[in-house]
């Protein structure tokens, strides 16, 4: 019976993780410092980084922060994981957000949205990413 359940457990969990998207693709344009497009080929979907919030365009520091992503991103290779793939985002938010995928992306294996929180461009969501990218840092955390 016990290896019944522990099967069923495995198949549950491989289906939810086959159900989240993984794009790995080229940054096209860069919308503000947490939305992208990222490219497959020819089909380009809108990103908005999981866990993180940016100056809105017209805010203060919003081209400086659109700016540094469009640096971060460069021509690198960039690898999004959408929320419930594993994402420190996971069960804290939706993995779309008007007509855009929500997710983790890195380069390698740096983290794009901890790297714009640590540089001061973006702030950490912690709604939506349980404080992961502040680490109880309340001056990188977004104000409530």
């Known amino acids: ?18 159900n ?7 940054p096209d344009k860069v919308v503000d410092g947490a939305t992208f497009s990222l490219c497959e080929g020819r089909a380009c979907k809108m990103v ?17 922060a659109r700016t540094e992503l469009l640096t971060i991103l460069g021509g690198n290779m960039v690898k999004c994981i959408s929320v419930g793939g594993g994402t420190p985002c ?14 983790q992306c890195m380069i390698g294996s740096k983290d794009i949205a ?14 939506s990413s349980g404080g992961h990218y ?5 001056e ?5």
């Open 1 to 18: 019976m016990a290896r019944i359940s522990l099967g069923l457990l495995l198949a549950l969990a491989f289906a939810c993780v086959a």
């Open 20 to 26: 989240a998207a993984t794009l790995l693709g080229f």
């Open 48 to 64: 908005r980084l999981c866990g993180v919030d940016a100056p809105k365009p017209g805010d203060a520091n919003a081209e400086q």
């Open 90 to 103: 996971d069960g804290l938010q939706s993995a779309t957000m008007q007509d855009m995928i929500v997710a």
């Open 114 to 127: 901890e790297r714009m929180v640590t540089e001061g461009h973006d702030c950490d969501l912690v709604k």
């Open 134 to 138: 502040s680490n109880g840092n309340q």
């Open 140 to 144: 990188k955390a977004c104000p409530q």
